[in-house]
């Protein structure tokens, strides 16, 4: 599986962007894939997932303002951001991985496979 992030920027703080993740491969449905997320200086996070029963999850920093979202169709999820803050500002990965393990999901080992990341920078 090969993954493209794309769709950051600057945005102030209350804005809104949509991040996508492009996924190449046949069997991505199947897939759990995640979003992270790596400030300077800090270790990189768990931001949100969705699971191949699309099954969401998300981290409680970003709940009720972010969505994840899957089109099969474009072998695309996304990553819905609203009322961002300036503690959002981070580097912002794509990553999918076979596994579907709840208690596993929201770590950086699970994930095998990882896109490049999209610098997305709240300011105030």
């Known amino acids: 599986v090969q993954l493209q992030a794309s769709g950051g920027g600057l945005v102030q703080a209350g804005g809104s962007l949509r991040l996508s993740c492009a996924a190449s491969g046949r069997a991505f449905r199947s897939y759990t894939v995640g979003w992270f997320r790596q400030a300077p200086g800090k270790e990189r996070e768990f931001v949100a997932a969705i699971r191949w029963n699309d099954n969401t999850y998300y981290a409680d920093s970003v709940k009720g303002r972010f969505t994840i979202s899957r089109d099969i169709a474009k072998n695309t999820v996304y990553l819905q951001m609203y009322s961002l803050k300036p503690e959002d500002t981070a580097v912002y990965y794509c990553?999918?991985?076979?596994?579907?393990?709840?208690?596993?999901?929201?770590?950086?080992?699970?994930?095998?496979?990882w896109g490049q990341g999209t610098q997305v920078t709240v300011s105030s």
């Open positions: 990553a999918a991985t076979r596994t579907s393990i709840m208690t596993t999901i929201a770590t950086v080992s699970a994930y095998a496979y």
